[in-house]
């Protein structure tokens, strides 16, 4: 927090130190329990985590990692992709996402986006499955909205691809009805600190409903381990610490209510900010938004994001540029329209759980104020 003297303190797009003040008392209690235990990695704390976790997902197997980028590419080997494989996802996500991807030796196919939810358009999904051979689809549940996922289910299975979710924004968000993450094969978490669910330190998960992908992944974490010091396959070291775990159970059963409170946050800048010539955020039906973040556009998008500065509150631009104009990943055979014209124009305005009511009343105050 920066605070000038003689002025409100500014309010930033994320506060992890707010989600940590929320729950202190337990999580220093959850810290002091560990740090006495005198174990610190795949312990109790992780095993119950990965079981109140995969009860939150109402069933399934939870295999706890280092961080959201490992849970993608732990997935997609466990799916098999390796080099030469395709794996099909879109341009406007955090780099991490094609990250992974490559790292398992694949290329990415870039799909476009739908210009209201900004989020995989299932029409240009069939129209590259239809003359790619693509072996995983990655949906991303980009700003705490699910993608259409009854329709990509449909188009994957009928080309033969897996799905694999990144659900690095979209913890407890729902499309027709299905929690985020219980639609694909597999499904990737990240807890960085900023995230719906956040650790105090890196940390991820892979989620899934099949027993043996849970088994192979378990291996895939450690070493390739099935057996204590035995490797029978491939992996790597890709690990949850136990002070991640202990803190994460500490803030799991609080997860519902703080999407709650960024729902009920949402739903006041929507009413606020009608005349303001910002394009709102677009819930398609049957969706149910956890908001990870409240992103609006506008042409002038660098005008609003220097106006609301001055008013002291932070607009994120998430993302700036799509992963495949981005120097490591360039791709000069990919355009897509749609989804360059989003990167242009996003920024995102603070609408996370520590926010108070007065801090809320300033940022609507300040976009009211700020219209450029
Ligand atoms: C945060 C994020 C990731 C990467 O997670 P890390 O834990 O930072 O590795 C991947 N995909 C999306 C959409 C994210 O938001």
């Known amino acids: 927090m920066s605070d000038v003297p003689g002025h409100q303190a500014t309010i930033l797009t994320a506060d992890p130190g707010a989600g940590y003040r929320a729950h202190a008392g337990a999580i220093d209690a959850a810290v002091a329990r560990v740090l006495r235990s005198g174990w610190y990695v795949l312990g109790k704390e992780g095993a119950a985590f990965e079981e109140e976790f995969s009860a939150y997902q109402e069933g399934g197997y939870t295999v706890g990692v280092a961080n959201g980028t490992e849970a993608l590419e732990l997935a997609l080997q466990a799916l098999g992709v390796g080099p030469g494989d395709r794996v099909a996802t879109v341009g406007n996500t955090v780099t991490a996402t094609v990250t992974a991807i490559r790292a398992t030796g694949a290329e990415p196919v870039y799909v476009e986006i739908d210009d209201a939810t900004m989020l995989m358009d299932p ?92 088994e192979e992944l378990r291996a895939r974490r450690q070493y390739g381990w099935r057996e204590r010091y035995v490797a029978t396959g491939p992996g790597r070291n890709s690990r949850l610490d136990e002070l991640q775990a202990a803190i994460l159970r500490v803030k799991l059963p609080h997860l519902d209510a703080e999407n709650a409170r960024r729902r009920e946050i949402a739903g006041r800048y929507l009413a606020a900010w009608g005349e303001t010539g910002l394009t709102l955020p677009v819930t398609a039906a049957g969706r149910e938004q956890v908001f990870h973040q409240f992103t609006v556009r506008h042409a002038a998008r660098d005008a609003w994001v220097r106006a609301l500065r001055e008013r002291g509150v932070v607009a994120g631009v998430l993302y700036p540029v799509p992963v495949y104009r981005q120097a490591a990943h360039a791709r000069d055979d990919v355009t897509l329209a749609v989804t360059e014209a989003a990167c242009a124009g996003v920024f995102s305005v603070p609408v996370h759980p520590g926010l108070s009511n007065a801090d809320v009343a300033r940022v609507i105050a300040a976009v009211q104020e700020g219209v450029v």
């Open 123 to 214: 029409a240009a999904l069939a129209a590259v499955l239809a003359t790619t051979r693509v072996k995983v689809v990655v949906p991303v549940h980009l700003y705490g909205q699910a993608a259409d996922m009854p329709v990509i289910m449909a188009l994957a299975r009928a080309h033969g691809a897996a799905v694999l979710e990144d659900c690095a924004q979209a913890h407890g968000a729902r499309g027709a009805g299905r929690l985020a993450g219980t639609w694909g094969a597999v499904a990737a978490f990240s807890f960085y600190p900023t995230k719906n669910l956040g650790a105090l330190g890196d940390g991820g998960a892979v989620f899934t409903r099949d027993a043996a992908l849970a």
